[in-house]
C-alpha cells in the first residue's frame, strides 16, 4: 500500500481544512514546492495534491505552483480539483500530471472518462468518488447522488477509469479515526486500484488498511499535525 501526503494548495499556500470547507484552515505553510520535495525526501512514492482554489471555482489558481511542483520532484504526482472540462484534464496530462483526479465531472458525464481513457491510457484516470451518509457527493460535497460508491465504482469502471479515489466524507479531517466497512465494500465490488482517504489519524489506522488490499492511503492532517510521523508508516508501504 501506498502511503501518500496530501500537498493542499490554497491562495498559493500547502494548507489543511476541516472537512474541505472554506475558512477552516489549521494547517498554513509557505511554498508548496518545497513540502512537496520534503516528502520526497523522507520516502514518498506518489504525491497527492489538490488545488483547493480550483475546486472552489478558480481553475487557473495554483497552475504555476502545480507545474513548479512538478519539476521540483521526481516521483509521480496525481492532481485533483477544478478540474471541470476534458481541456482541463489535457492540459494538465501534458505538462507532467502523472494522473488526473475526476469528481464530478466524471460522475455526471461518463463520457468523459471513456474519451481521456483512450487518448492518454485508463492508468492516467482516477475518479473522485467521495461518500456521505452513504451516497456519492458531488459539487465541493455540497450535492448528494442516489449512487452509492460500489455502484458508481463499477460503472466508471467499465467506461475506462484507472483508479478510485474514496473519501469517506463523513470522518474527513476530523482526526477522529474512520469506519473501514465502506472501504471494503467499494474494494468487494472493483477491480481496479482504491486509494482511501478520510479519518486516518494514527499508525494502527495505516496499519488497518493495509490489511484491506487498498491501493494506497492519502493522509493529510494527521501528517501536518504530527500525529502521524511519515517514516514510521513506511514499514507499510510497498
Request: net charge negative.
Amino acid at each position: 500500500m501506498y502511503i501518500i501526503p496530501a500537498v493542499d494548495i490554497k491562495n498559493g499556500k500547502c494548507v489543511q481544512l476541516v472537512q474541505g470547507k472554506p475558512g477552516t484552515e489549521q494547517v498554513i505553510i509557505e511554498n508548496p514546492d518545497v513540502v512537496a520535495q520534503e516528502w520526497e525526501s523522507k520516502g514518498a512514492e506518489i504525491l497527492h495534491v489538490i488545488n483547493l482554489d480550483g475546486a472552489f471555482g478558480n481553475t487557473s489558481n495554483n497552475l504555476k505552483i502545480v507545474e513548479k511542483i512538478i519539476k521540483t520532484v521526481s516521483i509521480p504526482v496525481q492532481l485533483g480539483g477544478g478540474i471541470r472540462t476534458l481541456q482541463d484534464a489535457s492540459n494538465l496530462l501534458d505538462i507532467g500530471v502523472e494522473k488526473v483526479i475526476l469528481g464530478t465531472m466524471a460522475v455526471e458525464n461518463p463520457k468523459n472518462i471513456e474519451k481521456l481513457s483512450n487518448k492518454y491510457g485508463s492508468e492516467r484516470t482516477i475518479v473522485a468518488l467521495d461518500s456521505k451518509d452513504g451516497k456519492v457527493v458531488v459539487k465541493g460535497w455540497t450535492e448528494k447522488t442516489e449512487k452509492t460508491a460500489p455502484e458508481l465504482g463499477v460503472s466508471l469502471e467499465k467506461r475506462g477509469a484507472g483508479g478510485i479515489l474514496f473519501t469517506n466524507v463523513d470522518v474527513e479531517g476530523l482526526m477522529n479515526g474512520f469506519n473501514i466497512d465502506p472501504l471494503q465494500d467499494l474494494l468487494k465490488s472493483v477491480d481496479i486500484p482504491v486509494i482511501y482517504s478520510g479519518g486516518v489519524t494514527s499508525l494502527d489506522d495505516v496499519k488497518e488498511l493495509s490489511k484491506t488490499g487498498a491501493y494506497g492511503v492519502v493522509i493529510g492532517s494527521a501528517l501536518y499535525k504530527g500525529k502521524i510521523n511519515f517514516e514510521d508508516t513506511l514499514k507499510y508501504q510497498r
